[in-house]
T-cell receptor, first 114, second 113 residues
Framework: DTAVSQTPKYLVTQMGNDKSIKCEQN?????MYWYKQDSKKFLKIMFS???????INETVPNRFSPKSPDKAHLNLHINSLELGDSAVYFC?????????????FGQGTRLTVV | AQSVTQPDIHITVSEGASLELRCNYS??????LFWYVQSPGQGLQLLLK??????LVQGIKGFEAEFKRSQSSFNLRKPSVHWSDAAEYFC???????????FGTGTLLAVQP
């Protein structure tokens, strides 16, 4: 079983559309994250949830709205998609929000906005 | 502010040769340091981490890294590179109140036969 799984793996959509990316972890971790990797491979954190509560929100446009229905799931909804949103989005989880814990990453979702 | 610098964007080594990937960090307190590897089209896999204790840490796939506080460095090494090591390598620093990882810009490793 995949530890951190994201769906879909690829997503191609038009500007202005609304789309969601789903993430699930079966590791029993308390903390989940969304990272964005741009075209230059630069990785930056977007959000972090701990036990369904938002703990990190890194200056992300409010078109991006994470939702955590339970601690095993962290979904990312994006409204009014723009060309600049094209990137690879990685979900990750860690046992806790403490900094000395390892983050496990999903395979990524490649979003292309045309 | 926390930051991570990976000075080498692209490195090419011959199979069987030794490898060292550089990482320098900026952090006000004791950092937690990580090396991740990303194979093409894949997610990130943790190679090794440093939290405290012995400054030379061993990881998976024969990799090791050494934490040098005086140089603010955490360089990744491997004595003999295999073709399957070709990938993008990311150094990251964590710490503070939350487990937010700050990543370097990555080093792309190519392996020549």
């Amino acid at each position: 079983d995949t530890a951190v799984s994201q769906t879909p793996k690829y997503l191609v959509t038009q500007m202005g559309n609304d789309k969601s990316i789903k993430c699930e972890q079966n590791l029993g971790h308390d903390t989940m994250y969304w990272y964005k990797q741009d075209s230059k491979k630069f990785l930056k954190i977007m959000f972090s949830y701990n036990n369904k509560e938002l703990i990190i929100n890194e200056t992300v446009p409010n078109r991006f709205s994470p939702k955590s229905p339970d601690k095993a799931h962290l979904n990312l909804h994006i409204n009014s998609l723009e060309l600049g949103d094209s990137a690879v989005y990685f979900c990750a989880s860690s046992p806790s929000e403490r900094p000395n814990t390892e983050a496990f990453f999903g395979q990524g979702t490649r979003l292309t906005v045309v | 502010a926390q930051s991570v610098t990976q000075p080498d964007i692209h490195i090419t080594v011959s199979e069987g040769a030794s490898l060292e990937l550089r990482c320098n960090y900026s952090y006000g307190a004791t950092p937690y340091l990580f090396w991740y590897v990303q194979s093409p089209g894949q997610g990130l896999q943790l190679l090794l981490k440093y939290f405290s204790g012995d400054t030379l840490v061993q990881g998976i796939k024969g990799f090791e890294a050494e934490f040098k506080r005086s140089q603010s460095s955490f360089n990744l090494r491997k004595p003999s590179v295999h073709w399957s090591d070709a990938a993008e390598y990311f150094c990251a620093v964590g710490g503070g109140a939350t487990n937010k990882l700050i990543f370097g810009t990555g080093t792309l490793l190519a392996v020549q036969p």
